[in-house]
């Protein structure tokens, strides 16, 4: 089975802090996505990977930055963290473009 | 021409019930059409998926109907479990954006014993 395990199940930060969350997953994948997740929106796409050190942005990358340096891991960087960037945080890989996307359990951040 | 467009945010089902969820999409291009079950404290796992060459695939009690000429696609679930109370997402991948995931809101459904 494919695991993607990102490191914390919960983080509470300061505005203007630099936040970093990271991602892990454990079956070569190609592909790896960063999602945050708000209730009645849906997954909305932060940044995407589809190679080491390739970074693609997503539908809403503002305020967010990326880094693969290895193809298991890829970490969200919150430059200078806002109230308004509190939310639900996936991690997600694939084996390929159109394949199915598997999910880490979240990091839920609060920005206090 | 990118948004998905799910409904209702919200279902409650009595157990043994059929729980039905709709999709609809405006972007023709759109070739891959997965639906996704979260349960509370975790994330996302593909349940199950379609492309538009077909018009309805089922597995086990899911079953999605597809609807190409009217851009609609849904999912069913008969005979609803107490354990199929999760979130839904539906979403279509767009060969044209580096085949991105584009999501519907959610369906929160609730299957009462």
């Known amino acids: 089975d494919v695991k993607v395990t990102q490191s914390s199940r919960y983080l509470v930060k300061r505005t203007g802090e630099k936040v970093f969350l990271e991602c892990v997953q454990d079956?070569?994948?190609?592909?790896m996505f960063w999602y945050r997740q708000d209730p009645g929106l849906g997954l909305r796409l932060i940044y995407f990977s589809y190679d080491v050190k390739m970074k693609e942005k997503g539908d809403i990358p503002e305020g967010y930055s990326v880094s693969r340096e290895k193809k298991e891991r890829f970490s969200l960087i919150l430059e200078s963290a806002s109230t308004n960037q509190t939310s639900m945080y996936l991690c997600a890989s694939s084996l390929g473009t159109d394949q199915p996307q598997h999910f880490g359990d979240g990091t839920r951040l609060s920005i206090l | 021409q990118q948004q998905v467009k799910q409904s209702p945010q919200s279902l409650i089902v009595q157990k043994g019930g059929i729980s039905i969820i709709n999709c609809a999409y405006e972007n023709t291009a759109f070739d891959y059409f997965p639906w996704y079950q979260q349960f509370p404290g975790k994330g996302p796992a593909l349940l199950i998926a379609?492309?538009?060459d077909v018009s309805e695939k089922k597995e086990g009690r899911f079953t999605i109907s597809f609807n190409k000429s009217a851009k609609q696609f849904s999912l069913h679930i008969m005979d609803s479990q107490p354990g199929d109370s999760a979130t839904y997402f539906c979403?279509?991948?767009?060969?044209?954006?580096?085949?991105?995931?584009?999501w519907g809101a959610g369906t929160k459904l609730i299957i009462k014993p």
């Open positions: 079956m070569d994948h190609e592909n």
């Open positions: 979403a279509a991948s767009n060969p044209d954006s580096n085949y991105q995931l584009i």
């Open positions: 379609i492309r538009p």
